[in-house]
């Protein structure tokens, strides 16, 4: 974590990361942080700068991330501050950054995006060292380049700023920030939270992303994880077809990409046969095409974060107590920090592999749609994303796919 194209600070961290408080140790038990030389990498990526959502009310969803999840308030752009076609806020916990924007003139073309998808993500930005660089290889080997490499500036200093295409209506935003320091970008204003939180409640329930899952249509998997190998030089982490990813119902696959310091991964899911509709299908037809399915949250105390969060209102997934009682998962996992029932008792899923261990459980979907959700996830040593719970997963999605008559 030494090469000084790749870390934008002495200490190999992002200015997010070090605002957020966290050390490389911190960050390679949380996402499981790796080295790697960039010197290499005809596109390399630093980190995930922010995940940039539609929503159909963008007041209102920013109120809610930050009294359900947690979130801090630190920047917003509107018809207040000269930006009459939309409200957005920024959100930041620890160095996860959300921007949720919402339409205020009628004719947006946000507002049709919103009527067509329902409220999803639209931009996984990404910190890169070089935005000309990456846009040159990323021209060279045929990406659908959807903003040209340029500069934004104002009283805090100067972005560099472009944009490729990805599945479906999804962009990458590409943002170097070594000369600025404002809030989030040009354009937006200062602005803190008014929540205010009670005693004792942790500084945030969640650390950084972990990764970010996109489902694409029937056979264009393959070509997907070919244009993060090929335009962004992404690596294939895993794999898992067949019976790792299948129930008596419903079948997906799945491959794992992700940037050379595994700061940013992306699992891409297509569907696969099955004798009735997968999630992977439901989410197709619901957002309307390919998207940004769930973005998995690091935390270092997944127990403390998910009491917190069910007592914010936030719903999970349900798992039955056969999963628990099985004596094969205990024999399984091993040690583990947390008692199985504890584990029971908040329905937290746990798997291990030769690496290490992690603890994860999964939100119900967060809007009306079923579409996006959210994972929490606590690492000790694993790599993976929970092959071994898979099952167990898939059957309580499906639980509440019958529920709203979608399976």
């Known amino acids: ?24 140790e911190q960050l390679k038990e949380l996402v499981g942080l790796v080295e790697y ?26 109120g809610f991330y930050q009294l359900a999840l947690g979130m801090d308030l630190e920047a917003y752009r509107g018809p207040e501050n000269g930006w009459r076609e939309s409200k957005s806020y ?14 205020v003139d009628p004719a947006s073309p946000l ?4 009527r067509r998808h329902g409220d999803g993500v639209v931009d996984l930005a990404l910190e890169v060292p070089d935005v000309d660089r990456c846009i040159e290889h990323a021209r060279s080997v045929g990406a659908t ?16 700023l472009a944009a490729i295409a990805t599945y479906g209506e999804t962009r990458h935003t590409l943002v170097d920030r070594s000369r600025y320091h404002g809030p989030y970008l040009p354009g937006y204003a200062a602005r803190s939270s008014a929540v205010r939180r009670g005693e004792g409640h942790p500084k945030r329930l969640f650390q950084a992303i972990d990764h970010a899952v996109g489902n694409v249509e029937l056979g264009r998997m393959d070509e997907w994880v070919e244009f993060y190998n090929k335009v962004m030089g992404f690596t294939n982490m ?22 050379g ?14 004798r009735k509709k997968s999630q992977i299908d439901e989410y197709l037809e619901f957002y309307a095409g390919a998207g940004c399915q769930h973005i998995a949250l690091a935390t270092n105390d997944i127990l403390r974060t998910v009491d917190l969060l069910r007592d914010n209102g936030i719903e999970f997934l349900d798992t039955p107590d056969s ?43 967060m809007g009306d749609r079923p579409t996006v959700f959210f994972e929490f996830i606590e690492r000790h040593g694993s790599l993976g994303f929970g092959k071994g719970n898979f099952k167990a997963l898939f059957e309580a999605i499906e639980r509440e796919q019958d529920a709203r008559g979608n399976l």
Not at 43 to 58: K, Y
Not at 238 to 259: C, H, N, P, Q, R
Request: hydrophobic share 35%; charged share 30%.
């Open 1 to 24: 974590m030494t090469d000084q194209i790749t870390d934008p600070t002495p200490t190999g961290l992002t200015e997010g990361e070090l605002r957020a408080d966290l050390t490389l």
């Open 90 to 103: 920024v959100l930041r916990s620890g160095s996860a950054r959300f921007v949720f924007t919402g339409a």
């Open 111 to 114: 507002a049709d995006h919103h």
């Open 37 to 62: 030389d960039a010197s290499r990498d005809p596109f390399p990526v630093t980190a995930m700068d922010s995940i940039g959502f539609v929503v159909g009310n963008a007041t209102q969803t920013a």
């Open 261 to 274: 310091n595994h700061r940013v991964k992306f699992p891409l899911n297509e569907p696969a046969v099955a």
């Open 323 to 365: 999963y628990y009682d099985d004596p094969e998962l205990r024999e399984r996992i091993g040690n583990v920090r947390v008692p199985v029932g504890e584990l029971k008792r908040r329905r937290i899923l746990v798997d291990r592999d030769e690496d290490g261990y992690l603890l994860q459980i999964f939100t119900k979907p």
């Open 238 to 259: 895993a794999e898992f077809i067949g019976d790792d990813i299948a129930t008596d119902y419903s079948a997906l696959m799945s491959k794992v990409v992700a940037s």
């Open 145 to 160: 380049i959807l903003v040209e490499p340029h500069d934004e500036t104002d009283e805090h200093g100067t972005v560099r």
